[in-house]
């Protein structure tokens, strides 16, 4: 897939998606109106999407109905729009900016920031329950896994209990294996159930999802690190200011890169024989660990 190529066909996926989810949220007029539109907020307008282009790119592959991916997709993307204002709450990462734009517990309020979480949680499970998927039921249970207290949840729990602690690489694998990469492997994991995929195939992307969850995490450290405020749409230079474990801090910015490219050969080869219907996921690994660093 040529680079004009991946960037049209991630263009068209976002666009996909939003509306989508522009659809799925309450409207801002529905009571209670202050809720509904403090998660409008969090949701819409802005976003790499990076989960939901997976779930798309995953479903390709298995031959899904395009339209039959957009539940799924949404079902992340709300998980994670979630997960992200809950992040920032001050009891948690404490930032005042997300995606370029007030977090919504400073545009709103803390309070209300968490009820918008817990509001999008449960819409992303109604939103795929509802979807008549044949798959439905065991698509919410692999959501539920990844988002819970084995997977982003704990991760976070494990995240916020290495505050301050000279962790070891080892421990910070196992730390963002649960909080960043379980929900963007089971994004992997939810496009193939929309289609038809045999048990190896579904082997192989597994393990392409894990590899893509930690790719995913030690370029969000270099970026973290090495990039701007204003480029990032987030608090640059925030996990040195917490003294938090990352990549960066346990490896350098050298041997992170390297780590990097290492992890994105790891996570291309288990699709190297999967043949051009696996072309998106190669593209989507390569836009993963192309961000600027």
Not at 3 to 27: I, K, N, Y
Not at 178 to 193: C, D, M, Q
Not at 229 to 248: I, P
Request: hydrophobic share 50%; with cysteine.
């Amino acid at each position: 897939m040529a680079a004009r190529d991946v960037h049209s066909w991630m263009a068209a996926g976002r666009e996909r998606v939003e509306a989508a989810l522009d659809a799925c949220l309450p409207a801002a007029n529905i009571a209670p109106t202050r809720l509904h539109e403090a998660m409008r907020y969090a949701v819409l307008g802005g976003g790499k999407r990076v989960r939901a282009l997976l779930c798309f790119a995953a479903g390709e592959f298995a031959g899904a109905d395009p339209e039959r991916l957009l539940a799924p997709a949404c079902a992340l993307e709300l998980v994670h729009a979630y997960s992200l204002v809950h992040d920032d709450l001050p009891c948690m990462d404490d930032d005042v900016l997300r995606r370029g734009k007030p977090t919504v517990h400073v545009e709103f309020d803390e309070a209300t920031a968490v009820l918008v979480g817990d509001a999008l949680q449960s819409l992303a499970f109604c939103v795929l329950a509802g979807s008549g998927l044949p798959d439905a039921a065991a698509m919410v249970a692999d959501l539920a896994r990844a988002a819970g207290s084995r997977g982003m949840a704990g991760g976070q729990m494990l995240d916020l209990l290495a505050a301050d602690r000279d962790i070891g690489l080892a421990e910070l694998e196992n730390l963002h294996i649960h909080k960043t990469g379980a929900l963007i492997r089971v994004a992997v994991v939810l496009g193939a159930r929309s289609g038809s995929v045999d048990a190896g195939a579904l082997a192989r992307l597994d393990r392409y999802g894990m590899r893509i969850g930690l790719l995913f995490q030690v370029v969000d450290d270099l970026l973290d690190a090495l990039e701007d405020t204003a480029t990032l749409g987030k608090t640059a230079g925030k996990d040195a200011a917490q003294n938090k474990a990352t990549y960066v801090s346990r490896l350098g910015v050298e041997t992170a890169r390297a780590y990097a490219h290492e992890l994105l050969a790891g996570a291309l080869e288990p699709i190297a024989g999967l043949g051009d219907a696996a072309e998106p996921l190669r593209a989507l690994a390569r836009f993963v660990a192309e961000r600027q660093f």
